[in-house]
């Protein structure tokens, strides 16, 4: 065993230190030869150190470099030392995290890091949260809370009694809403398409002026972060115009909630702490490997309500956090370990100065386009970045050229009637030096000059 691990971490080592010389995306032909991991089935044991240079020789060249400063597809962020460390040693000690019994230390880091949360984003105090995979499941789990206290309130105990014969729910969303809160919607019975879609405005936020009227039965879902521009949607009209009405608000924060950890970004985010929900990914910004989220609640017996093992595992009187009475899985993964380690090598400022520095240089990247004469679309306002090239075919052709190339990776999407090539800076690795290499790359595809 000794052995095994000190060939991995020197492994793991060769790896980190390739990274910042590596093409982005892996070239076709280490695609290719991922097949050499397959073939018929293995008869037999083989030596573990086998097994694991197998893995480096034909893996390593196949994955994405997103770890690294030059990658800004998605929302993706890489592992931060001490986060990658911690992973290492959690998958060591092999904890079940569902309860208290089978792993006292993934309970209490739990506790201890929703605590600091709380403080560093200004939550309510007695927010609740569930550790799950992503903002995908804390959308589901948050919705689940939404919808367990909007129906117990009519009188209907949908955990028991099921969606047949409820009370009507009625969903409000915006025209910008991520898939994955439909997604939420769709596995919780409430129907991707029976929402109520509010129309955006030119940054995709939310049309407060054109919101419906509310009532103690709707769930009004509201981003604070489109995936495309970064923009946050009116939350402090929404939310008050909510509470009025006594409607349930969940935010998705993906991403945008980390806004609220760097002073200077921090206005962005307020308004949304009058929500009931959020949803938030910590493998994004808070740069833990993934995977990692959030499903963050003000009341937690919601959350508890809907997610407890069974009715009799619901016990409001108990002092014990639960852990598996907060997320849609029971035995899992000890996630709170890496993100206890985010928090506490970084601390306020060191978090602060990360999602400060993404925001500053995707500034940087978008001035230079800019400067270079293409067209930015959106206000940028946090870490996102559309860049239009022309028309649709040109913009096309960059894009997949940029892929090519691999100096840096960019996604495609779809904005209001415009292609264009989106930039994400999620990554604490990313540094001044990454953006203008980058966005030389970028420059002179586009220019039509070969490098
Ligand atoms: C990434 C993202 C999601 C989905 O998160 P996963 O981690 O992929 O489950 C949801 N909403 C927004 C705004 C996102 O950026």
Same mark, same amino acid.
């Given at each position: 065993?000794?052995?095994?691990?000190?060939?991995?971490?020197?492994?793991?080592?060769?790896?980190?230190?390739?990274?910042?010389?590596?093409?982005?995306?892996?070239?076709?032909?280490?695609?290719?030869?991922?097949?050499?991991?397959?073939?018929?089935?293995?008869?037999?044991?083989?030596?573990?150190?086998?097994? /694991?240079?197998?893995?480096?020789?034909?893996?390593?060249?196949?994955?994405?470099?997103?770890?690294?400063?030059?990658?800004?597809?998605?929302? /993706?962020?890489?592992?931060?030392?001490?986060?990658?460390?911690?992973?290492?040693?959690?998958?060591?000690?092999?904890?079940?995290?569902?309860?208290?019994?089978?792993?006292?230390?993934?309970?209490?880091?739990?506790?201890?890091?929703?605590?600091?949360?709380?403080?560093?984003?200004?939550?309510?105090?007695?927010?609740?949260?569930?550790?799950?995979?992503?903002?995908?499941?804390?959308?589901?789990?948050?919705?689940?809370?939404?919808?367990?206290?909007?129906?117990?309130?009519?009188?209907?105990?949908?955990?028991?009694?099921?969606?047949?014969?409820?009370?009507?729910?009625?969903?409000?969303?915006?025209?910008?809403?991520?898939?994955?809160?439909?997604?939420?919607?769709?596995?919780?019975?409430?129907?991707?398409?029976?929402?109520?879609?509010?129309?955006?405005?030119?940054?995709?936020?939310?049309?407060?002026?054109?919101?419906?009227?509310?009532?103690?039965?709707?769930?009004?879902?509201?981003?604070?972060?489109?995936?495309?521009?970064?923009?946050?949607?009116?939350?402090?009209?929404?939310?008050?115009?909510?509470?009025?009405?006594?409607?349930?608000?969940?935010?998705?924060?993906?991403?945008?909630?980390?806004?609220?950890?760097?002073?200077?970004?921090?206005?962005?985010?307020?308004?949304?702490?009058?929500?009931?929900?959020?949803?938030?990914?910590?493998?994004?910004?808070?740069?833990?490997?993934?995977?990692?989220?959030?499903?963050?609640?003000?009341?937690?017996?919601?959350?508890?309500?809907?997610?407890?093992?069974?009715?009799?595992?619901?016990?409001?009187?108990?002092?014990?956090?639960?852990?598996?009475?907060?997320?849609?899985?029971?035995?899992?993964?000890?996630?709170?370990?890496?993100?206890?380690?985010?928090?506490?090598?970084?601390?306020?400022?060191?978090?602060?100065?990360?999602?400060?520095?993404?925001?500053?240089?995707?500034?940087?990247?978008?001035?230079?386009?800019?400067?270079?004469?293409?067209?930015?679309?959106?206000?940028?306002?946090?870490?996102?970045?559309?860049?239009?090239?022309?028309?649709?075919?040109?913009?096309?052709?960059?894009?997949?050229?940029?892929?090519?190339?691999?100096?840096?990776?960019?996604?495609?999407?779809?904005?209001?009637?415009?292609?264009?090539?989106?930039?994400?800076?999620?990554?604490?690795?990313?540094?001044?030096?990454? /953006?203008?290499?980058?966005?030389?790359?970028?420059?002179?595809?586009?220019?039509?000059?070969?490098?």
């Amino acid at each position: 065993m000794n052995e095994l691990l000190a060939d991995v971490a020197r492994r793991a080592t060769a790896y980190l230190e390739s990274v910042p010389g590596r093409r982005v995306a892996p070239a076709p032909e280490n695609v290719s030869r991922l097949e050499l991991l397959g073939g018929p089935v293995p008869e037999g044991p083989s030596d573990p150190a086998d097994v /694991i240079r197998l893995l480096d020789e034909v893996g390593s060249p196949a994955t994405v470099t997103s770890t690294g400063g030059r990658y800004f597809g998605f929302v /993706i962020g890489g592992a931060l030392p001490a986060t990658l460390a911690a992973n290492w040693l959690a998958g060591t000690w092999d904890q079940n995290a569902g309860y208290t019994v089978t792993s006292p230390v993934a309970a209490a880091l739990e506790e201890i890091a929703l605590g600091w949360l709380r403080e560093i984003i200004g939550l309510p105090a007695q927010c609740g949260a569930g550790f799950v995979t992503g903002a995908t499941t804390a959308n589901f789990a948050c919705l689940a809370a939404a919808r367990s206290a909007l129906l117990r309130r009519a009188g209907w105990n949908v955990e028991e009694s099921g969606l047949f014969g409820a009370p009507v729910l009625t969903v409000v969303v915006g025209g910008e809403v991520h898939v994955s809160a439909l997604k939420a919607l769709a596995m919780l019975g409430l129907g991707r398409a029976r929402v109520t879609k509010v129309p955006a405005d030119d940054q995709g936020r939310m049309r407060a002026d054109a919101l419906p009227p509310l009532d103690e039965r709707t769930i009004v879902c509201i981003q604070a972060g489109n995936v495309n521009t970064g923009a946050f949607d009116r939350a402090g009209e929404i939310c008050e115009r909510a509470r009025r009405a006594e409607a349930w608000v969940h935010v998705d924060g993906a991403f945008g909630l980390w806004a609220a950890a760097a002073p200077g970004r921090r206005h962005l985010f307020e308004p949304f702490l009058a929500a009931d929900s959020w949803a938030v990914d910590c493998h994004k910004w808070l740069n833990v490997p993934y995977d990692s989220g959030l499903a963050l609640v003000r009341d937690p017996s919601h959350l508890q309500q809907a997610m407890a093992l069974s009715a009799s595992a619901y016990l409001p009187s108990t002092f014990i956090r639960e852990p598996a009475n907060y997320t849609p899985e029971a035995s899992r993964r000890a996630r709170a370990v890496e993100i206890w380690a985010a928090l506490r090598s970084l601390g306020r400022s060191g978090l602060a100065e990360m999602v400060e520095r993404s925001c500053e240089l995707a500034a940087r990247f978008a001035d230079g386009l800019s400067q270079a004469g293409f067209q930015v679309l959106n206000d940028v306002v946090l870490n996102q970045v559309l860049v239009s090239f022309g028309d649709a075919e040109e913009t096309r052709r960059v894009i997949a050229e940029v892929q090519r190339d691999g100096t840096c990776w960019c996604g495609g999407t779809e904005w209001q009637g415009h292609t264009a090539m989106r930039i994400s800076v999620s990554c604490y690795q990313t540094t001044e030096e990454d /953006i203008d290499r980058s966005l030389a790359a970028v420059v002179r595809i586009a220019r039509g000059q070969t490098g």
